[in-house]
């Protein structure tokens, strides 16, 4: 390998928004990228989120009461034990987890998402943060095409306009049809997934330095 690539780190993470784990995994990934080019200021990092359907069975255009679809979905007794364990990972991260609100499916979100990643990677992470608040903190419906439209245009993505109009279209729908597929060929059936170069996965929201131990996989060696 030469140094050039070994100053290149590339990080494709599968992901769905309404996994709050997925939210939780994009904070410590946040902060371990953000250590790590603390340690190598030279290395290029690049972060592209991915598509998955958490559960596809949810329907894109009629949304759920999210409480009521976590009971049926999981059961009370659970529900009771995973509310609780949730607020206080998410608190540690600054998250502030709220469960009301509705649930559907993220077809959209996913389709902006990589739209904002095909104009600039760092456009996408900052609408996918925006996404994250609006539904995990905000109570805000993720299948709203005009909620996604406002925050689309918050981050520099396009204008509202621009972006209902891709909305309302089914641009990118294959790609994202794609690449949930590509997920699937490769036995991802959780999320989030980390994938380091292509070589190594790390499963599930784990703790920032469990992500800096990526410099030891990739042996990575400075300029």
């Not at 990080?11 to 371990?32: F, H, M, Q, R």
């Not at 920032?208 to 990575?220: E, F, G, N, W």
Request: charge should be positive; charged fraction near 25%; hydrophobic fraction near 40%.
């Amino acid at each position: 390998m030469s140094a050039s690539q070994q100053q290149q780190i590339s990080l494709a993470v599968v992901s769905d928004i309404i996994c709050p784990w997925c939210y939780i995994g994009y904070k410590e990934l946040t902060n371990a990228v953000k250590q790590f080019k603390q340690i190598h200021p030279t290395a290029k990092v690049d972060v592209e989120y991915r598509p998955f359907l958490l559960d596809p069975m949810l329907n894109c255009k009629e949304p759920l009461e999210k409480v009521a679809y976590f009971l049926k979905k999981f059961g009370e007794q659970r529900v009771k034990m995973m509310v609780p364990a949730m607020n206080q990972r998410g608190a540690e991260l600054g998250i502030t987890f709220r469960w009301g609100g509705t649930i559907r499916q993220t077809t959209s979100a996913h389709r902006l998402l990589m739209f904002a990643y095909q104009k600039e990677p760092k456009l996408q992470l900052a609408l996918l943060e925006k996404i994250f608040e609006a539904y995990f903190e905000q109570e805000k419906d993720i299948g709203s095409h005009e909620m996604l439209a406002a925050l689309a245009e918050d981050v520099g993505v396009a204008s509202k306009a621009e972006a209902l109009e891709f909305l309302a279209s089914d641009k990118l729908y294959k790609e994202i049809q794609t690449q949930i597929m590509e997920a699937q060929g490769k036995g991802i059936t959780g999320v989030p997934c980390t994938v380091i170069n292509q070589k190594y996965a790390i499963s599930g929201g784990q703790k920032s330095d469990v992500y800096m131990d990526v410099r030891a996989r990739l042996r990575y060696v400075p300029p």
